[in-house]
């Protein structure tokens, strides 16, 4: 069983920045693949980034390309999502999850994190 833990989110003002990181305990981070999902009030759950266990290949969803980077620090055992220019839009739950499989599917994902309220606003 893998636990994941995310830390990073917090309040920040229209075009500022934020770097979460997800640690996983009870396992390695680098037997999977990781997505990073987000959850804004009263939305579904949406995809937002994904990267391969090698870190090579990335995938980001339309509204976040060229201000979020997905990346990960195997040696480390943990991952990242760099969000720069942030905007209202981007006020969510952010959630890691890794699966076996290189997907967006958020069904198809093994474990998943609690989650960390990134929050945008002046």
């Known amino acids: 069983q893998v636990h994941l833990e995310e830390s990073g989110g917090g309040l920040v003002q229209p075009g500022g920045s934020l770097r979460l990181s997800c640690v996983p305990s009870?396992?390695?981070?680098?037997?999977?693949?990781m997505c990073w999902f987000r959850q804004a009030p009263g939305k579904e759950r949406e995809f937002v980034a994904r990267?391969?266990?090698?870190?090579?290949?990335?995938l980001y969803t339309d509204s976040v390309k060229g201000r979020f980077t997905i990346s990960r620090e195997n040696a480390k055992n943990a991952g990242y999502l760099q969000m720069n220019n942030l905007e209202n839009e981007d006020t969510a739950v952010y959630y890691c999850?890794?699966?076996?499989?290189?997907?967006?599917?958020?069904?198809?994902?093994?474990?998943w994190g609690k989650g960390t309220l990134v929050t945008v606003s002046a």
């Open positions: 999850a890794v699966s076996l499989r290189l997907t967006s599917n958020a069904n198809a994902m093994r474990y």
């Open positions: 009870g396992g390695s981070l680098r037997d999977y693949h």
């Open positions: 990267v391969d266990w090698s870190g090579e290949y990335t």
